[in-house]
């Protein structure tokens, strides 16, 4: 018999807090047993200058630029709340989630808020569609590139003052599936995850879902900010002085409903449990393996694999040695990409697809 509640005795944490600025990291424990959507409360909170407090009433929010066939369009709440409304289950994932995994696993320094894997969290967003804004705010056909800015305080770092969060967004991206979002899971935007309205960036990194958003700048020309030049890009060995290209989409990973470090007992009888997902679409499989890395078996897949959100799966387990053992997921998406065993580096410690080494004891 499968023992459901097998794990019960251990300490579960919902969320733990890795930065003084308030930045919050949900536990892969607390996923156990929860459903497909991560509750608000528990989702992870990233944000560069603190939480502004915007007065919906007054909020609204303003599109200009040469980009436009007019001059500046405004939209308030009760404007947005009148489009076309169109919900999306879509994850949100810092592209420095898995960072402190370079360290631990490849034994790498890198710079930035040492996440584990809970940088990520999957809401049902509704909103409108930001194709239906740019088109009701009269965008041109050769406009290519939008800057979405947030209400937020300026970012300010060693020093450096980078203005307020903003990162250029390619007209063809927001055509597609962006969402400017008002609600999360049913309910208004929380203050810290965007409120009154955010960005909804699927499958990109999460700097792309701009919250607490205030204007978009539309233009015919190509945009920048440090959020495309001198942060989300990889720097190091390998990668020009500038940079890669601006990181867009997260690569394939998974994470065990576990806490690093959990003790199980010798000769019981799990359930492991786990989620994937991918940047590049829907989850196609996954394997285990529970030596380490030696035998790999497939996993059973739970519930629906749809693109822009993880896949659920589950893996029995009977620990038949005592001592640490390394239990290990790797998933492959439909494009065909599996995870590998190694990240490439790169000195901001970002997109860390790897398989990750989860450290149980058998006692
Ligand atoms: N205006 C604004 N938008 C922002 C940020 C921010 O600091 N300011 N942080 C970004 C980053 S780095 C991430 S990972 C996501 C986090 O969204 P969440 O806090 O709702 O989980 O918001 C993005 N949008
Ligand atoms: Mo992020």
């Known amino acids: 018999m499968l023992r459901e509640d097998s794990f019960r005795e251990q300490q579960v944490h919902d969320t733990v807090r890795r930065d003084p600025g308030g930045d919050v990291e949900m536990c892969?424990?607390?996923?156990?047993?929860?459903?497909?959507?991560?509750?608000?409360?528990?989702?992870?909170?990233?944000?560069?200058?603190g939480v502004?407090?915007?007065?919906?009433?007054?909020?609204?929010?303003?599109?200009?630029?040469?980009?436009?066939r007019g001059g500046p369009v405004e939209f308030d709440l009760e404007d947005l709340r009148a489009l076309p409304r169109r919900s999306m289950t879509a994850f949100i994932e810092c592209a420095g989630n898995g960072r402190s995994l370079y360290t631990i696993q490849q034994n790498q320094r890198v710079e930035g808020t040492p996440w584990g894997l809970g940088a990520i969290g999957v809401a049902h967003w509704t909103g409108v569609p930001l194709a239906v804004v740019l088109e009701r705010a009269g965008i041109r056909a050769d406009?290519?590139?939008?800057?979405?800015?947030?209400?937020?305080?300026?970012y300010v770092r060693h020093g450096v003052d980078y203005g307020p969060v903003r990162r250029p967004l390619p007209v063809s991206k927001a055509m597609k599936d962006v969402l400017v979002a008002y609600e999360m899971n049913g309910h208004p935007l929380r203050p810290e995850h965007g409120h009154p309205a955010r960005l909804v960036v699927p499958d990109w990194v999460g700097v792309a879902s701009i919250k607490w958003l205030g204007d978009v700048e539309v233009s015919?020309?190509?945009l920048h900010s440090p959020w495309d030049t001198d942060f989300y890009r990889l720097f190091g060995l390998g990668h020009p002085p500038e940079g890669s290209?601006?990181?867009t989409t997260v690569p394939v990973k998974s994470a065990f409903e576990l806490s690093p470090g959990a003790r199980v007992c010798l000769e019981h009888e799990y359930l492991l449990t786990g989620r994937?997902?991918?940047?590049?679409?829907a989850i196609r499989s996954v394997e285990v393996s529970t030596d380490g890395g030696g035998r790999w078996l497939p996993a059973r897949m739970v519930g629906p694999r749809h693109r822009h959100t993880w896949a659920q799966w589950e893996f029995p387990w009977r620990p038949e040695r005592r001592g640490r053992v390394e239990l290990m997921a790797r998933a492959t998406d439909e494009t065909g990409v599996t995870q590998s065993l190694g990240a490439p580096y790169n000195t901001k410690g970002y997109v860390f697809g790897a398989v990750v080494r989860h450290p149980v004891t058998v006692v």
């Open 28 to 49: 892969w424990e607390s996923l156990r047993g929860s459903g497909h959507h991560t509750p608000a409360e528990r989702f992870f909170v990233r944000s560069h200058s």
């Open 276 to 281: 994937s997902w991918s940047g590049n679409g």
């Open 220 to 222: 015919t020309g190509p």
């Open 143 to 154: 406009a290519v590139d939008l800057l979405p800015r947030g209400l937020d305080r300026p």
């Open 52 to 68: 502004p407090r915007i007065d919906p009433r007054t909020w609204s929010l303003r599109l200009h630029g040469d980009g436009l």
């Open 245 to 247: 290209a601006p990181l």
